[in-house]
């Protein structure tokens, strides 16, 4: 709305003379907020919020998280809503302790990795299974249909509240040993982080090892792992080139994160709050896809220093791509099938798998038996 000029008489400090003040402009649209009129965050009652997050090298923290907990949330709220926000690094934590920590109460909100939590409820691991899509859209498909169920089993089993879910980027092989086909993977030690992963790279002769991010690198250069598995975004901005010289195009999964609340702190919140985390969650979710499918093609940029490097660091030297044949994707495709969907299928349960096959299966066109 257009401001409007008024005027108005004022008494003069002289006899009591009234004198002409100074025009005012006065912005309509300010007037009816400043009087009391419809602002959501302005009804929002003051909290501080104890916040975990991912690793810092990574984009999705740099680029999404921190901007959006330490900017986003506070202006929004004109600072009804302030956060102390922290990586994995800074709390000395590794991943797979968070969602635990989350339910015990030592945070309010955390990130953590989806599939770190497989052990305990198999549905977690359901929306990365290696080798099986390449395609973002796709892969946000399947996560729509399975959000429901995944958040009723965090609720249930963890005690935690989901707010978000996302990828980090797609996942793929970064080796230091000579790599031109699958058949190359066989013998060498490769660092995964989920039991499909690891299924996979020894359906194809190789040893899975397990290996926290932050310790990758000096493993690496130790030869405690000859490849690494990670996004193509994530591995880059970490330096991984500088101990790889191959990166393999086999699809190894997203690595789903989400943002979850402890439960019983979420539910001590006004509606309200809750009303506007969630709305702001939800736009975060939003740059989060955004942030992940843009950096699928710019992490192969950088590392293999061909096109625009725009987030990320131009690896020097340049590293190898090395891309599958149709006969290759069809093998890690089998092996997926006996290998590692058989064994989940036994794990998660008939109505599990049924709950997979209809939101998951259906959208890339794969069945899991449950026998």
Not at 47 to 59: A, E, H, I, M, P
Not at 121 to 138: C, H, K, M, V, Y
Request: proline letters at 4%.
């Amino acid at each position: 709305m257009s401001a409007r000029s008024v005027q108005f008489d004022c008494p003069s400090k002289q006899e009591g003379k009234l004198i002409r003040c100074k025009t005012l402009a006065v912005s309509l649209a300010s007037l009816a907020l400043f009087i009391g009129g419809p602002c959501a965050a302005q009804d929002i009652p003051s909290v501080n919020l104890k916040v975990s997050g991912g690793n810092r090298t990574q984009n999705q923290f740099r680029l999404v998280e921190v901007p959006f907990f330490t900017k986003q949330l506070p202006e929004a709220s004109d600072g009804a809503v302030t956060v102390n926000f922290s990586s994995l690094e800074d709390l000395g934590i590794q991943g797979p302790e968070v969602l635990r920590l989350l339910g015990m109460g030592m945070f309010d909100m955390s990130e953590g990795t989806l599939s770190y939590m497989a052990g305990e409820a198999p549905l977690f691991e359901s929306l990365d299974f290696p080798g099986l899509t390449s395609d973002i859209d796709q892969q946000r498909k399947m996560a729509e249909g399975l959000k429901p169920e995944i958040a009723k089993t965090m609720k249930a089993k963890f005690g935690v509240k989901l707010l978000s879910l996302a990828p980090i980027a797609l996942q793929v092989l970064y080796c230091n040993k000579p790599v031109s086909s699958l058949a190359d993977i066989k013998g060498l030690k490769v660092r995964t982080f989920n039991r499909g992963m690891a299924q996979l790279v020894e359906g194809l002769g190789a040893q899975s090892v397990n290996i926290p991010f932050a310790e990758v690198v000096p493993a690496m250069e130790r030869g405690v792992a000859d490849c690494a598995i990670t996004a193509t975004s994530a591995g880059n901005t970490a330096r991984w080139w500088e101990v790889s010289d191959h990166l393999v195009m086999l699809p190894m999964g997203w690595s789903m994160i989400f943002f979850g609340a402890n439960a019983d702190n979420w539910n001590k919140l006004p509606e309200k709050t809750q009303a506007f985390l969630e709305k702001q969650f939800s736009d975060m979710e939003d740059k989060q896809w955004a942030q992940a499918k843009a950096d699928v093609q710019d992490g192969i940029n950088c590392n293999t220093g061909k096109g625009t490097c725009k987030n990320g660091i131009e690896a020097k030297p340049a590293m190898k791509l090395v891309t599958l044949t149709s006969d290759e994707k069809d093998h890690a495709r089998e092996i997926l099938t006996k290998n590692v969907l058989s064994d989940w299928a036994k794990r998660c349960g008939s109505d599990c798998v049924s709950q997979w096959n209809e939101n998951a299966g259906k959208v890339v066109g794969v069945h899991v038996s449950d026998n």
